[in-house]
């Protein structure tokens, strides 16, 4: 238990806040400070709890009398207030590390670079289902701090990014899932894909022999970094390529075959309610979660089936004019677009674009020159886009979702599919990939 007194938060956003009302509840003197405009729903929370905060500015003297800081995710170790506090020995934590002192639920984080929100869902949806005392956070929902400090759940599932993970110290998961690493956020990683590798095994580090390690045996970044950490929970591996004695995979007759301890289970993957390749990972790895937990193979049979996807991950829209539009607006790297390009069998008109964060578009040529019969851009800068695929295909550069979507709609016919797949942050035109995705649905529905 911390002995702290006097807690500094950077950052009024939903994790931010969420600390700060749990600092609040722990009897500790409590400062929030954010550098841009807090908005003012987050407003309203402060001063109901009658926590001191400021905008626009961040007054040094204060903040750095602070005994502790949690920072939010999103405020890089570079900025000056957090390299003084640094400077100082001041601790700097995340929202995920505070809260998870003051909670004893059972624990389940899931991180990688794709699929990370989907499995969360799937899995919260199966210990739903199960009829335990669950809730979901992290970077979906009300905070994971907030949840702490307002409700009472036994169990949570956690949908952890790489920038939470940077901030955690002693926060430990009981069962920790690493559904795949591929180059993503570098310009946060000093553009060294190691340390984003790196950063994502942050997930193991405290786990002891009585917890479980899940993850993908096919990926290469993890499979090759592996045999060099130290991880001393118990690691239950899943792959679509090779039988495995524990864990989840796949065999010839299109089957998942669960294999863990004494409950056996299989399960075919047309009976699943996710599709695409990328969807048989996350199946298995919420799978072997719910087989960790006891749960009863109905249980997990039932919810892999009737699961409904969670919005802006390759979310159907509607037809218009037999022409499909589908919004992927959480696809914010390249890797997560490879899945939704791959996992689509009818010709494609691809809007992408936005804040890139050091993306290297040679893996997606392939698969541009056999389905993609157009790349319209939507960002302020669309010159990377450009000369990656300009020779490919023919590109055009719009700077708005309601732009792109008109565009699309005149270069797509009847059978063809028009996909939002922006391979890069929305920094540049919109809040959030979710107000991407708001403004691309809007867009749609006006046509």
Same mark, same amino acid.
């Given at each position: 238990?911390? %002995?702290?007194?006097? @807690?500094? +938060?950077?950052?009024?956003?939903?994790?931010?806040?969420?600390?700060?009302?749990?600092?609040?509840?722990?009897?500790?003197?409590?400062?929030?400070?954010?550098?841009?405009?807090?908005?003012?729903? !987050?407003?309203?929370?402060?001063?109901?709890?009658?926590?001191?905060?400021?905008?626009?500015?961040?007054?040094?003297?204060?903040?750095?009398?602070?005994?502790?800081?949690?920072?939010?995710?999103?405020?890089?170790?570079?900025?000056?207030?957090?390299?003084?506090?640094?400077?100082?020995? +001041?601790?700097? +934590?995340?929202? @995920?590390?505070?809260?998870?002192?003051?909670?004893?639920? %059972?624990?389940?984080?899931?991180?990688?670079?794709?699929?990370?929100?989907?499995?969360?869902?799937?899995?919260?949806?199966?210990?739903?289902?199960?009829?335990?005392?669950?809730?979901?956070?992290?970077?979906?929902?009300?905070?994971?701090?907030?949840?702490?400090?307002?409700?009472?759940?036994?169990?949570?599932?956690?949908?952890?990014?790489?920038?939470?993970?940077?901030?955690?110290?002693?926060?430990? %998961?009981?069962?920790?899932?690493?559904?795949?690493?591929?180059?993503?956020?570098?310009?946060? !990683?000093?553009?060294?894909?190691?340390?984003? +590798?790196?950063?994502?095994?942050?997930?193991?580090?405290?786990?002891?022999?009585?917890?479980?390690? @899940?993850?993908?045996?096919?990926?290469?970044?993890?499979?090759?970094?592996?045999?060099?950490?130290?991880?001393?929970?118990?690691?239950?591996?899943?792959?679509?390529?090779?039988?495995?004695?524990?864990?989840?995979?796949?065999?010839?007759?299109?089957?998942?075959?669960?294999?863990?301890?004494?409950?056996?289970?299989?399960?075919?993957?047309?009976?699943? &309610?996710?599709?695409?390749?990328?969807?048989?990972?996350?199946?298995?790895?919420?799978?072997?979660?719910?087989?960790?937990?006891?749960?009863?193979?109905?249980?997990?049979?039932?919810?892999?089936?009737?699961?409904?996807?969670? &919005?802006?991950?390759?979310?159907?829209?509607? !037809?218009?004019?037999?022409?499909?539009? @589908?919004?992927?607006?959480?696809?914010?790297?390249?890797?997560?677009?490879?899945?939704?390009?791959?996992?689509?069998?009818?010709?494609?008109?691809?809007?992408?674009?936005?804040?890139?964060?050091?993306?290297?578009?040679?893996?997606?040529?392939?698969?541009?020159?056999?389905?993609?019969?157009?790349?319209?851009?939507?960002?302020?800068?669309?010159?990377?886009?450009?000369? &990656?695929?300009?020779?490919?295909?023919?590109?055009?550069?719009?700077?708005? &979702?309601?732009?792109?979507?008109?565009?699309?709609?005149?270069?797509?016919?009847?059978?063809?599919?028009?996909?939002?797949?922006?391979?890069?942050?929305?920094?540049?035109?919109?809040?959030?990939?979710?107000?991407?995705?708001?403004?691309?649905?809007?867009?749609?529905?006006?046509?």
């Amino acid at each position: 238990m911390s %002995t702290t007194k006097n @807690i500094a +938060i950077l950052g009024a956003g939903e994790s931010g806040v969420g600390a700060a009302v749990l600092a609040k509840k722990q009897g500790f003197s409590v400062f929030v400070s954010d550098f841009g405009k807090i908005k003012e729903k !987050y407003k309203a929370v402060l001063e109901a709890e009658k926590i001191e905060w400021e905008e626009g500015t961040h007054t040094f003297d204060r903040v750095l009398g602070a005994t502790e800081i949690v920072k939010s995710p999103g405020i890089p170790d570079t900025v000056e207030i957090v390299k003084q506090a640094q400077e100082k020995s +001041i601790p700097v +934590i995340s929202e @995920i590390e505070f809260a998870g002192r003051y909670t004893n639920a %059972t624990l389940i984080g899931i991180t990688g670079s794709n699929g990370k929100t989907t499995t969360t869902m799937l899995t919260y949806h199966i210990l739903k289902k199960a009829g335990l005392n669950v809730g979901v956070a992290g970077n979906v929902g009300d905070s994971f701090a907030y949840q702490v400090a307002t409700k009472d759940y036994e169990y949570y599932v956690l949908e952890l990014s790489s920038f939470q993970l940077d901030g955690i110290k002693d926060f430990r %998961t009981d069962v920790s899932i690493l559904l795949n690493i591929t180059p993503d956020h570098l310009d946060r !990683y000093e553009y060294k894909f190691e340390n984003y +590798i790196d950063s994502k095994f942050r997930i193991t580090m405290n786990q002891t022999e009585e917890d479980v390690f @899940i993850f993908c045996k096919d990926d290469e970044a993890i499979s090759t970094i592996l045999p060099n950490k130290k991880i001393r929970a118990k690691q239950i591996p899943f792959s679509i390529k090779e039988l495995l004695e524990e864990g989840a995979y796949l065999n010839s007759n299109e089957e998942i075959v669960f294999n863990h301890i004494n409950h056996p289970q299989t399960m075919s993957i047309h009976d699943l &309610a996710l599709n695409g390749k990328h969807n048989i990972y996350n199946s298995m790895a919420a799978g072997i979660a719910s087989k960790v937990l006891d749960l009863r193979k109905e249980i997990v049979r039932e919810s892999l089936t009737d699961f409904q996807n969670v &919005a802006h991950r390759l979310e159907h829209i509607c !037809y218009v004019n037999g022409i499909e539009f @589908i919004n992927d607006s959480k696809a914010t790297n390249v890797n997560a677009v490879w899945y939704a390009l791959e996992s689509i069998n009818k010709p494609i008109v691809w809007i992408a674009g936005g804040v890139d964060k050091g993306n290297d578009y040679e893996e997606l040529l392939e698969l541009v020159k056999h389905k993609v019969k157009a790349l319209v851009c939507m960002g302020v800068d669309n010159s990377k886009l450009v000369e &990656a695929f300009g020779d490919v295909v023919d590109v055009y550069e719009t700077s708005s &979702a309601r732009e792109a979507v008109k565009l699309s709609y005149k270069l797509a016919s009847k059978e063809e599919l028009v996909l939002l797949s922006p391979a890069c942050a929305s920094f540049d035109l919109y809040d959030n990939y979710e107000e991407r995705g708001l403004e691309f649905r809007k867009a749609v529905r006006e046509l």
